[in-house]
């Protein structure tokens, strides 16, 4: 009994260093040097060189001026510490309300907006930390933006389809626009 006490004491500790220490230290070595920037958090900086969010991570941005990310269910709202869906299924009348509550919302901020409220600013991700938005969203935002700035249209309507990224390895996934990436581009022109 104790021979076998003493086996099974030594394999939890093994498995313990390797999977606990070893192979995390080990993939994070290998990213910082295959991936370096991403390893780092994908950290994106305003024109004067200061940090100010991640392209992984969505952040609030509530003035009219800027675009407007997807709702956040993590945590207070694009919480990275507590990264999580409503949960809510597709039959939740919580859901449903919600969405018509910010459907009714948008359409109030956004009164020269062509058409209904695209699905995904209505719509949390799974994850509640999506940083983009459809390039519908963003297009259907253009005209509170572009009034907020004192802009012409067309030109806001330039930097959303500059900020437009591809399908990834050109089939998986949509296109999408980075949030952060295009309200950076949109303090660069005004």
């Known amino acids: 009994m104790r021979k076998t006490?003493?086996?099974a004491i030594r394999l939890t500790l093994v498995t313990l260093v390797l999977t606990g220490l070893v192979y995390p230290l080990a993939v994070t070595g290998i990213a910082r040097v295959i991936f370096p920037r991403q390893a780092a958090g994908s950290l994106v900086s305003d024109h004067e060189g200061r940090v100010v969010g991640s392209e992984r991570i969505g952040q609030a941005f509530a003035s009219p001026a800027y675009f407007h990310p997807r709702p956040s269910a993590a945590g207070a709202g694009y919480d990275a510490a507590n990264s999580s869906g409503s949960n809510f299924g597709p039959t939740s009348a919580k859901l449903r309300e919600r969405a018509i509550a910010d459907a009714a919302r948008l359409k109030t901020e956004n009164?020269?907006?062509p058409g209904?409220?695209?699905?995904?600013?209505?719509?949390?991700?799974?994850?509640?930390?999506d940083p983009h938005i459809s390039p519908q969203a963003a297009l259907w935002q253009v005209p509170r933006v572009a009034r907020a700035r004192g802009?012409?249209?067309t030109r806001v309507r330039s930097l959303v389809t500059a900020a437009t990224e591809g399908r990834t390895l050109g089939i998986i996934g949509e296109p999408r626009v980075n949030v952060l990436r295009l309200n950076l581009a949109l303090d660069r022109v005004h």
């Open 111 to 113: 009164p020269d907006a």
């Open 5 to 7: 006490l003493d086996i």
């Open 151 to 153: 802009i012409d249209e």
């Open 116 to 129: 209904p409220v695209p699905a995904d600013l209505v719509t949390a991700s799974a994850s509640g930390l």
